[in-house]
């Protein structure tokens, strides 16, 4: 399966502390995707790489992407009691029908 | 700007009863429109795609069907559900040449 795996399941830091999380896949990629989760809301996208970049920021969030390694990361700085949520990776992969695989996703809390 | 609308929000159904699960998005033409279902901390299952008006993929074999009778609308059906069919069924679409999708608020369907 392109399943991805995300690593830590469950994170818990305190205001102001940065979070990382980490996602690893199995197959080339087109594109990597992270999406955000509020508790029994819809998905909603966050940032895009794609295999050609390192890379990316937006705002609060750096995203790294190693096809080497097969794994990225997002850094959320400075973090707020208002990111608590369920964050995914999701790849595109580079042949196919450009459908989204989702990973397992990280359960971010973070205390005021 | 676009908008995607899934009804209902919440559903309890006993097991053997009928389904239907609306999808609508507004502001956009020949959307690619998506199923999935999440299961209760888990990440996102591809359950349907379609890449225009009756046109249907299924990624998983299952008890449910889709339908697509309008080019902003998408049905997920079942004619009896399973104990297995209850979690959280989340719609989403991207427009053509992008990767991005965008998600609804989802249904909760409880089969008791």
């Known amino acids: 399966s392109q399943q991805g795996e995300e690593d830590p399941q469950a994170l818990s830091i305190q205001e102001g502390e940065n979070a990382t999380m980490n996602c690893s896949y199995k197959?080339?990629?087109?594109?990597l995707q992270w999406y955000r989760q509020n508790s029994g809301r819809g998905l909603v996208h966050l940032i895009l790489?794609?295999?050609?970049?390192r890379e990316k920021h937006s705002g609060r969030l750096r995203v790294t992407l190693d096809t080497s390694k097969k794994s990225s990361s997002l850094l959320i700085t400075a973090s707020r009691a208002a990111d608590t949520a369920s964050y995914f990776c999701?790849?595109?992969?580079?042949?196919?029908?450009?459908?989204?695989?989702f990973g397992t996703g990280t359960r971010l809390t973070v205390i005021p | 700007s676009q908008t995607i609308h899934q009804w209902p929000a919440t559903l309890v159904q006993p097991v053997g009863s009928p389904l239907s699960l609306e999808c609508t998005v507004e502001g956009t033409s020949n959307p690619n429109l998506y199923w999935y279902r999440q299961a209760a901390g888990r990440g996102l299952q591809l359950l349907f795609y379609?890449?225009?008006?009756?046109?249907i993929s299924s990624e998983v074999p299952q008890n449910l069907s889709a339908s697509r009778p309008q080019d902003r609308q998408f049905i997920l059906s079942s004619k009896k559900l399973l104990l297995s069919d209850s979690g959280f069924y989340l719609c989403a679409w991207r427009d053509w040449g992008v990767s991005e999708q965008y998600f609804g608020p989802g249904t909760r369907l409880t089969v008791t």
């Open positions: 790489i794609r295999s050609n970049e």
């Open positions: 999701a790849t595109v992969l580079q042949t196919g029908a450009n459908n989204l695989f």
């Open positions: 197959t080339s990629i087109n594109n």
């Open positions: 379609s890449v225009g008006i009756g046109q």
